[in-house]
Nanobody, 122 residues
Framework: VQLQASGGGLVQAGGSLRLSCAAS????????MGWFRQAPGKEREFVAT????????YYADSVKGRFTIFRDNANNTAYLQMNSLKPEDTAVYYC????????????????WGQGTQVTVSS
């Protein structure tokens, strides 16, 4: 199984980025996909998740209304659209796959990508 995250970069506050997570080696349509992030000196935190079963989405309060998670099962790819970015969104972003219908905790995920750096300047 491989999850390849991409799309990170340097952006000014108020800008947008779209992260992608290309999956291989698993039945993608049967996995709930999630995004987490980890800032320097902080623990990894939940950002968003999209259930494979009912397509429900859940977001951390800090990103609600600004971030959108979605997926393309035909291309085995999950996405995180990030708008109105803030300096506090600066972190390494990780995508993950969980073999359950809902997963908001890191220990509920079975597979992890390598991470992509997002830096938001003020």
């Amino acid at each position: 199984v491989q999850l390849q995250a991409s799309g990170g970069g340097l952006v000014q506050a108020g800008g947008s980025l779209r992260l992608s997570c290309a999956a291989s080696g698993l039945a993608f349509r049967l996995y709930t996909m999630g995004w987490f992030r980890q800032a320097p000196g902080k623990e990894r935190e939940f950002v968003a998740t999209l259930s494979y079963r009912d397509r429900r989405t859940y977001y951390a309060d800090s990103v609600k209304g600004r971030f959108t998670i979605f997926r393309d099962n035909a291309n085995n790819t999950a996405y995180l659209q990030m708008n109105s970015l803030k300096p506090e969104d600066t972190a390494v972003y990780y995508c993950a796959a969980a073999g359950r219908s809902r997963a908001t905790e890191f220990y509920e995920y079975d597979y992890w990508g390598q991470g992509t750096q997002v830096t938001v300047s003020s």
